[in-house]
């Protein structure tokens, strides 16, 4: 299995992005999906969750009125819709995929089976 982000770049506070992940090689309507992310010199956080199951969508304090997940099975992908943008919301951006995990799971990384290789998200003040 293998995932790919894309979608980042840099852009001024207030603005918006949206990441995607696509994956290949596997079945993706099996997995739940996750983004964290990780700044420079911390830990990689959680952001954002969708469950394989019903769509359920889990998000950090820190962005859940601002950030959407989606997933699209037909096309194995899932998006990251970031909107109000702020420059402590800077960091790489991180997709994994975690195989048929219950909804709890979702914001632990460790629990993850697979990582895109990250996507940097810069925003300027």
């Known amino acids: 299995v293998q995932l790919q982000a894309s979608g980042g770049g840099t852009v001024q506070t207030g603005a918006s992005l949206r990441l995607s992940c696509v994956m290949s090689?596997?079945?993706?309507?099996?997995?739940?999906m996750g983004w964290f992310r990780q700044a420079p010199g911390k830990e990689r956080e959680f952001v954002a969750g969708?469950?394989?199951?019903?769509?359920?969508?889990f998000f950090a304090d820190a962005v859940k009125d601002r950030f959407a997940i989606s997933r699209d099975n037909a096309k194995s992908a899932a998006y990251l819709q970031m909107s109000s943008l702020k420059p402590e919301d800077t960091a790489v951006y991180f997709c994994?995929?975690?195989?048929?995990?219950?909804?709890?799971?979702?914001?632990?990384?460790?629990?993850?089976?697979?990582w895109g290789q990250g996507t940097l998200v810069t925003v300027s003040s």
């Open positions: 994994g995929a975690d195989h048929r995990a219950p909804d709890y799971a979702l914001k632990y990384p460790a629990g993850y089976d697979f």
């Open positions: 090689g596997g079945t993706f309507r099996d997995y739940a």
């Open positions: 969708i469950s394989w199951t019903r769509g359920n969508t």
